[in-house]
């Protein structure tokens, strides 16, 4: 690594131009952005990205599964990819960093090294991936492209089928073309990401960059936990089979048996849907929404099994049934050692503080960490704030991120 090269650093106020512009696109009167993916402030975010791409010279290219690229080619036609990316896609009325910042993070890093002169052994690539967030299936750009899609996937998706087509369909995307969108091992070089937190550990300590060492696990299922209708003030309270006390019960314990059995995972029952949902009738049945998380495959396995079990024993608990319905898995994923490696190095140059964090949330990275090296950066936030106009991360911060991601490309582009 050149002194030349370490010296160098983006240009903070291009990106911010940048930046300020796309969140202009699905921009909420709270200062957040509602761009879920395919919707129709998505896909006007996707034609601003495009249209950017090509007025600043660079090849655009996108692929069967969506995902929007600039490329910034090198000398050797045969070399392998170094990608850089995010998603521009938002959860429903989210913030305006989460992914929108790595995304342009990746197209400033491509900007600074053409305009230098600098000639790296790899091709550039600065992606921007379908559906990171889950609208419709989660993470489904960067599993496409990594082979890991499935048609079960394409036709079971937590958003369900018929919004997923219609999403689809406007994009001008199909079953096929997702399922044809994987790209082979030997074409890429690795994957880098910068990303904001969405937690608080980097701001109390005080540390400008969270170095990830790995992304959590996610599954999910869907709970229906069965009883039986009756008239909710001439039924006494002994002969019930409410199906409402056994959803709520389990929730209470999944939380205390987590925090006590299993330290580094975390759960989460999200919605709960009663059926028939009335004043005056005992619930027959409630469906719940259950999701866990954990960075430990061997935690992730046990914990799949403990959270089950606990539903059939609060279940029975209250003479009712349980019918569990798997709605998907992310396995976890760790970081590769040599890219984490150039992201300490390159920290170290530009004199910034640091830390290992292991990522709660789940991202693109976690599809491709079987197909290529993969690394990940954090960047703090405020509060912890994230998936809500509350969402901020300081301009300075965001700049020191980025320019960990140009020198860590610099470095592994360079090798």
């Known amino acids: 690594m050149t002194q030349a090269f370490s010296s160098l650093r983006i240009n903070a106020d291009r990106m911010l131009d940048s930046f300020n512009q796309l969140a202009l696109i699905g921009g909420t009167a709270d200062s957040g952005v509602d761009r879920p993916s395919f919707s129709e402030a998505h896909l006007a975010a996707r034609a601003w990205l495009r249209r950017h791409i090509e007025a600043n010279g660079f090849e655009f290219r996108t692929d069967g599964a969506g995902n929007h690229s600039a490329i910034l080619s090198c000398d050797d036609s045969s070399a392998p990819t170094l990608i850089l990316g995010s998603h521009l896609d938002s959860v429903p009325n989210g913030g305006r960093f989460d992914g929108a910042l790595g ?23 600065a992606m921007d991936f379908t559906d990171e967030e889950g609208t419709l299936v989660g993470l489904l750009g960067s599993a496409a492209l990594a082979g890991h899609l499935s048609k079960e996937n394409l036709e079971k998706p937590r958003g369900g089928r018929e919004r997923l087509l219609e999403g689809m369909a406007r994009a001008g995307l199909s079953d096929v073309s997702m399922l044809s969108a994987a790209r082979k091992r030997e074409t890429l070089a690795g994957y880098l990401e910068l990303h904001i937190e969405q937690g608080k550990r980097l701001e109390r300590s005080g540390t400008d ?59 989460n029952v999200g919605k709960m849907d009663f059926v ?43 003479g009712l049934e349980l019918q569990t319905e798997f709605l998907g898995k992310h396995l976890p994923s760790l970081m590769d050692a040599d890219v984490r490696g150039a992201f300490v190095d390159s920290c170290d140059v530009l004199g910034l503080s640091h830390m290992p964090l292991p990522s ?25 704030a994230s998936h809500s106009p509350r969402e901020f991360t300081k301009w300075e911060d965001c700049v020191n991120g980025a320019n960990v991601l140009l020198q860590a490309a610099l470095r592994l582009g360079n090798g």
């Open 360 to 384: 709660g949330a789940g991202h693109d990275g976690q599809s491709l960490a079987d197909l290529c090296p993969v690394g990940m950066i954090f960047v703090p936030s405020v509060d912890g």
């Open 103 to 125: 995304v342009m993070a990746a197209l400033e890093v491509l900007k600074t090294v053409r305009e230098n002169g600098i000639k790296l052994k790899v091709q550039l690539e």
């Open 276 to 318: 028939p949902g009335a004043f005056n009738i005992v619930p027959a049945q409630v469906d719940a929404a259950l999701e866990f998380r954990s960075p430990d495959d061997e935690e992730f396995k046990r914990l799949d099994k403990a959270l089950l079990e606990l539903a059939r024993s609060e279940a029975a608990r209250f």
């Open 209 to 267: 960059i969270g170095i990830v060492t790995a992304i959590v696990g996610i599954w999910s299922y869907k709970l229906s936990f069965i009883g039986k209708a009756d008239h909710a003030g001439s039924t006494t309270m002994e002969d019930r089979r409410d199906a409402s006390l056994g959803a709520s019960a389990f929730a209470l314990a999944a939380r205390e048996m987590v925090m006590r059995d299993f330290p580094n995972s975390v759960v």
